[in-house]
């Protein structure tokens, strides 16, 4: 079992999933990874589209092969600090916010999902703990294919989530 990073915050009213990691890379580098395709096709899924237009098409390449492009809506893109979305799959809407810091040599990359709820929370904690944690993996050179959703992330870590509510 992976040990669970996330926490869950109250801001403006809502519940807020956060979940932090930490790289020693410049910030530039992992703005790179969360944003360019062919960066973030390695650990999450893979845009199309003109980002211009303020929305693309993503689609998570591992999800299994039937998993359909979802519209993301791009609110913020200040690069490299801020890329905040919003996700629309079917009747879902989902808030996602990526925000980029950097000190001493350490760029720490905050993801957070504001309107997280308890229902849908023991399967979202364990899938972006699953999701950022393939991210670091390929950015510090270790396998992302190692990392087993099913037998380390949910069920074993959705109590952690669902008991901060």
Do not use: K
Request: aromatic share 10%; hydrophobic share 35%; net charge negative.
């Amino acid at each position: 079992m992976t040990t669970p990073t996330g926490t869950i915050e109250q801001r403006d009213g809502q519940h807020v999933l956060v979940q932090t990691r930490e790289f020693r890379a410049p910030i530039e580098d992992v703005w790179a990874a969360v944003t360019e395709p062919g960066r973030l096709a390695r650990w999450i899924g893979r845009w199309e589209g003109d980002p211009a237009s303020g929305s693309v098409d993503f689609r998570m390449l591992f999800e299994g092969d039937d998993h359909p492009a979802e519209a993301m809506e791009i609110r913020v893109c200040d690069p490299p600090h801020r890329l905040h979305l919003t996700s629309r799959a079917g009747d879902e809407v989902w808030l996602i916010e990526l925000d980029l810091s950097h000190a001493d040599g350490v760029t720490t990359l905050t993801f957070s999902q504001p309107g997280v709820t308890q229902e849908q929370v023991g399967g979202v904690g364990p899938g972006w703990d699953y999701y950022l944690d393939r991210l670091v993996d390929v950015e510090t050179g270790a396998d992302p294919s190692l990392r087993d959703f099913d037998r380390d992330y949910y069920p074993a870590t959705a109590d952690h989530y669902t008991s901060q509510f």
